[in-house]
Each structure stands twice: as C-alpha cells, then as structure tokens.
C-alpha cells in the first residue's frame, strides 16, 4: 500500500510537472509568436513608409519635369542640359553660406569691409558682418540654384512629400529661373561678385532675382491650387522672420531688394518688351540700383549711367587701402532708413549721381576715410548735404565750433555755394562739405591731416 501510495505521488507530480512545463512552453511560444507578429508588424510598417516615400519621391520627379516645361515656355529659354538637383539638410545651409563667403572675400577683406561700414555709419559696431550675412540667409532661403556647382538645391524632406502645396512648387518654379539663366547666360559677366561696388552688384542681383520672382507670380497665378490653401499658410506662417526684422536696414535692404525691387523692374522690362526686353538687359545689364529703382533711367534712348567719382589726394606714406566702394541710391537710402523713414530716405537719395569711398590704415594705425558723392542738381546735393549732418549730428553729437578755421572755405556759407560742418569724436576728426552738387565726408586722425586732403580733395569740387 505504501509502495502504491508512494507510486500515485510520483505519477502526479510527473503529471503536475508534465502539465507545469507544457504551460511555460506554451507561454514561451506565444512570447515568440507575438514577437514575431511584431516583427512582421514593424516591417509592414517600414515596407509602407518606404513605399509611400517612393511614391512621393516619384510624384516629386514628376512635378519637377511638369514645372520645368512650364518654366522654359514661360520664359521662352530652352533646357540646354537636364537640371542637377541636390538634397541639402537645413542644418546645413548656414556652413554652406560661410563657404560661399570665404571663396569670395579673404578673412581680412571681409574684417576691411566691415570696418569701413562701420566707420561710415551703415552698421553698428556691435554687429560682426559675417555672422550676420550668415544668419539673415539662414533664415529667409527657402531653397538656392548653386551657379558654381550649377546645381539647384533643396532642403532634405525625410518623408519625399514636397511639391505638395502652392508654395514649394512656386519656389522651384524660381530656382529652375536661374537654371535657365545660367545655361543661356554669361552670369560670370555680371557684377555680381564685385567686391568694391555694392551698387552694380545690386544691380546685377535685381535683374537676376527679378527675373526669376517675375516668372515665379506669372507660374503661381497660372497653376494655383485654392485647395491648398491651408497647406500654403502653415508653411508661411512656419518662417521666421526674427533676423530680418532685427537686422540693419543696410543689410536688410540688400537682401530684399533684389527679390522686391528686382521684381518690379523685370516687369516693367516685361511690359515694355517681353521675355526678349529681360533678355536684352543679361546682355547689357543695369549698372546702378538707381536704374532699377527707376526704370526709365535704363530704358531710356540714353540710359543715366552712373558718374565716375574719382577720390583725388595723395595718400600719406605707409597708408593702407583696407576697402573701396560705392554705395549708391540704394545705400543711401539704407541710410536715412532709421532716421528719416522709408519715404523721405528715398526722396533724399533720389538725386544720387554718383559716389566713391575708400577706407586707409594709417602708418600709426589709426584711420582715414574719404566719401565724395555728387548729384544730379544742386538742390538734390543741398538735401543730401543737410540730412547727412542730422544723421551725424545723431551719431557724433554737437559739431566742433573750433574746427571752423581749418576749412576752406570756412564754416557755414562764408562763400557762396561752401558749407561745412566738422564733428570731433572718439579722437578722430569728421568733416562734412559741399560744394555746388558735390558732398564731401572725411573721418581722420587730427586737424593737419584733415587740413591737407582738404585742400587736395576740395580743388576738385
């Protein structure tokens, strides 16, 4: 009975095991088989995205060769070469802006360039030029056409849904402007990339942006798509727009008034003559933002070029050319912004003729810079003469009574048509003179300095 007894337990602890076991392995197979399921879940998944991603990437490629048509038969420029098209990560496009601008300007012509903006007043002098170039770009590009790689470039989407709504396909449409451009045009013979004239170079970036933002509303206002609409407002109300509202008006100004100014100006040419008007003026392009913003000066039977300015003084022994340039109607402008207001800034800067300036290291480290401009009349000078000593006036203070007896002629109208004004700060001397439609500007060292370009520079005037 106990042999018996103790055979039953045996048996049902074999069986309680048996059945113990056979739960945990069941348990483990499910535990695998849910796994598994999973697996199988997530691959579905990751099949799907991909499969979505290739159609969108396939929509993509689709729009870009409907968009292309429709941008070589608007602008009536032909394809010479399919378009290279390059994935760009946002995060990136602030170092490539930083390379494009050391491939342009040395460390020390940029360092110049600043230096001689500062010392004229356009920019602060807490701002660092580059930094701010940088961020401004960073902030408004929205995609670039690369013309030394020739290359239209885009920011990475992970997704490949772009060219879904009004806005992006509108900005292709302006990019692939540029492709056209640069396959039928000698961009290399613009003054795109003059590094002592803004003014022409301004000029020649309105004539290539306008373009491309006058063929760019011609595209948005043939294909747009009203459903849209929301997907065009959150990508719109998604830019920042901290940057430029914070920045310069100097640098504010150069950045928009390609794409604004430009704009109009590629359509006046447009009104008057067609795609073969803006062809034309690739050929022959404006030299001066004054004949952008004043179109019937570049239209015209003769165009209102730009008056050479010549800074005429021989330079002291030992002195250093750090940067020439000129600013023009849209510098001057940018000048009185902050002052004076949109409206009457332009109005003061509109009878600008033409101007030079050019900033020198001296042999004893400090600093001279000469600023002649002249004007189309008198009256045009006087205006210019009399907001540029407010703006002074604001930045330096009370003029210098004591400087009167260096100028000649002397301070404040002592003959006809010769008026001066002198400043002493920050142990430099300014002066600020006109003479008939010619304003002269020097920041120097001391008093003898300014007493012998003074009577250099003033022979001429």
């Not at 030394?148 to 772009?162: K, V, Y």
């Not at 100004?253 to 359509?267: K, V």
């Not at 008939?436 to 300095?449: E, H, Q, R, S, Y």
Request: charged share 25%; aromatic share 10%; proline share 4%.
């Amino acid at each position: 009975m106990a042999g018996a007894a103790a055979t039953l337990v045996v048996l049902i602890a074999c069986g309680v095991w048996n059945r113990q076991n056979y739960l945990l392995e069941l348990e483990t197979q499910m535990a695998l088989l849910r796994r598994d399921l999973q697996s199988v879940s997530l691959k579905n998944t990751d099949l799907e995205r991909e499969i979505e991603r290739m159609k969108n990437l396939a929509f993509e490629k689709q729009t870009r060769r409907e968009i292309e048509t429709a941008m070589s038969r608007m602008r009536e420029l032909p394809f010479r070469k399919p378009v290279r098209y390059r994935r760009m990560a946002k995060g990136d496009l602030r170092a490539f802006i930083l390379s494009k601008l050391r491939a342009q300007y040395t460390a020390e012509e940029f360092c110049n360039y600043e230096l001689a903006l500062k010392r004229i007043g356009l920019l602060p002098r807490q701002v660092n030029l580059q930094d701010a170039v940088a961020d401004l770009l960073s902030e408004q590009v929205a995609a670039l056409y690369d013309t030394d790689a020739h290359e239209l470039c885009s920011f990475a989407d992970p997704a490949g849904g772009g060219l879904r709504n009004n806005f992006q396909r509108m900005i292709l449409a302006h990019e692939l402007v540029h492709a056209l451009q640069d396959q039928n045009f000698e961009f290399r013979a613009l003054a795109l990339r003059a590094k002592n004239n803004d003014d022409a170079a301004m000029a020649a970036a309105a004539l290539v942006e306008g373009d491309a933002s006058y063929q760019m509303g011609v595209y948005l206002r043939e294909n747009y798509r009203a459903q849209e609409i929301l997907g065009d407002l959150q990508l719109l109300f998604s830019q920042r727009t901290d940057k430029v509202l914070s920045a310069p008006a100097y640098l504010r100004d150069t950045l928009l008034f390609p794409y604004q100014e430009g704009q109009i100006f590629a359509a006046e040419l447009h009104a008057g003559g067609g795609n073969a008007a803006i062809d034309a003026a690739f050929a022959n392009p404006p030299q001066s933002t004054e004949q952008v913003l004043h179109p019937e000066k570049f239209l015209g039977a003769v165009r209102d070029a730009p008056k050479a300015v010549a800074l005429t003084f021989k330079a002291g022994p030992l002195w250093k050319k750090l940067h020439e340039n000129v600013l023009g109607e849209l510098g001057i402008r940018s000048f009185f912004f902050d002052l004076l207001g949109v409206e009457e800034a332009a109005r003061i800067a509109e009878g600008w003729g033409g101007d030079q300036f050019a900033l020198y290291e001296t042999a004893t480290d400090k600093w001279v810079l000469v600023w002649k401009s002249v004007w189309d009349t008198e009256k045009d000078a006087r205006e210019f003469f009399d907001a540029l000593e407010r703006f002074y006036r604001e930045r330096y203070g009370a003029p210098d009574p004591g400087a009167a007896a260096i100028s000649n002629p002397p301070q404040k109208k002592a003959t006809p048509g010769a008026d001066a004004v002198f400043f002493s700060v920050a142990n430099q001397r300014q002066a600020l003179m006109i003479r008939g439609k010619t304003v002269l500007f020097l920041d120097v060292p001391d008093i003898k300095m300014m007493q012998l370009l003074l009577s250099q520079l003033t022979r001429v005037m």
